[in-house]
């Protein structure tokens, strides 16, 4: 059974860093393209960043590019969203996802349904 674990989410000041974790169990980590998501109250859930299993290609959302930045550990089958920056707009429940699916072109990988299995969530919150 595939199961993601998200961590890391909390409290923090505008301006501040949250670092939040994917860990993966069940499945061979380093077959999986791994993306990160968040879901505001009464919004669509948004692709924040993905990072290929293939080559460690990583893509953003144009609303995190240079505050964020997504990595792997294969060995540890975790990876890691490095948040710098923060904004009250990045509140949300952030969710990571495993897909093994394929695309040309890195923005489909920001889309939902390029993704199997989904982590159950963690809440960030951005005071201002």
């Known amino acids: 059974e595939v199961q993601l674990q998200a961590s890391g989410g909390g409290l923090v000041q505008a301006g501040g860093s949250l670092t939040l974790s994917c860990a993966a169990s069940?499945?061979?980590?380093?077959?999986?393209?791994i993306g990160w998501f968040r879901q505001a109250p009464g919004k669509e859930r948004e692709g924040v960043s993905y990072?290929?299993?293939?080559?460690?290609?990583?893509y953003y959302a144009d609303s995190v590019k240079g505050r964020f930045t997504i990595s792997r550990d294969n060995a540890k089958n975790t990876v890691y969203l490095q948040m710098t920056s923060l904004k009250p707009d990045d509140t949300a429940v952030y969710y990571c996802?495993?897909?093994?699916?394929?695309?040309?072109?890195?923005?489909?990988?920001?889309?939902?349904?390029?993704?199997?299995?989904w982590g159950q969530g963690t809440q960030v919150t951005v005071s201002s």
């Open positions: 069940g499945v061979t980590f380093d077959a999986y393209n």
């Open positions: 996802a495993a897909g093994v699916q394929g695309r040309s072109g890195s923005y489909f990988y920001l889309l939902p349904y390029m993704y199997e299995h």
């Open positions: 990072i290929s299993s293939t080559d460690g290609s990583t």
